[in-house]
C-alpha cells in the first residue's frame, strides 16, 4: 500500500494507493489517525490508485470517520474506481460517506 500525504489549504489529502488489506490495515489508520491527532479533522482520501480494499480497510475508514466526525471535522473520499465503489455499496457504507467524482470537489466540500 502506498499512501502520500500533501495539504490542501486547511484540508488534509491522503492519497491511497494499491492494496488496503489487513496487512496494510493498521497502517493506514495510524497515518489517518495522526492527521486527525493534528487537530484539523477535516480529511480527504484520493482512491483513484486503490486497487483492493478488503474488510479491514472499511473498519479503518469507518473507525477514523468516526474520530473525525468527534472533532467536528469528516472524512470525504473521491476518485473511487468502480471495483472499490461496489465493495462499498455492498458493505452499505456509500449512505455513511461523502464520496465525490474528484479531489478538487471534495476539497471544496469542506468550505461549502
Known amino acids: 500500500m502506498d499512501l502520500a500525504e500533501k495539504q ?12 488496503l ?4 490495515a493498521a497502517e493506514a489508520e495510524k497515518k489517518i ?5 493534528t487537530g484539523n479533522a477535516k480529511i480527504v482520501l484520493n482512491l483513484d ?8 480497510g472499511l473498519r479503518v475508514f469507518l473507525a477514523q470517520l468516526k474520530k473525525a466526525r468527534k472533532q467536528q ?8 474506481k468502480p471495483n472499490i465503489k461496489e465493495v462499498f455499496d455492498i458493505a452499505g457504507f456509500t449512505q455513511l ?3 465525490v467524482g474528484d479531489e478538487s470537489e471534495a476539497i471544496a466540500g469542506f468550505s461549502a
Not at 489517525?33 to 491527532?37: E, K
Not at 490508485?49 to 479491514?56: C, G, P, Q, V
Not at 471535522?73 to 473521491?78: A, Q, R, S, T, V
Request: aromatic share 8%.
Open 97 to 99: 460517506f461523502n464520496i
Open 49 to 56: 490508485n486503490l486497487e483492493y480494499i478488503s474488510s479491514s
Open 8 to 19: 490542501a489549504g486547511n484540508v488534509n489529502v491522503l492519497c491511497v494507493g494499491g492494496r
Open 33 to 37: 489517525d495522526s492527521l486527525i491527532s
Open 73 to 80: 471535522g469528516d472524512i470525504k473520499l473521491c476518485c473511487m
Open 21 to 24: 488489506d489487513a496487512y496494510s
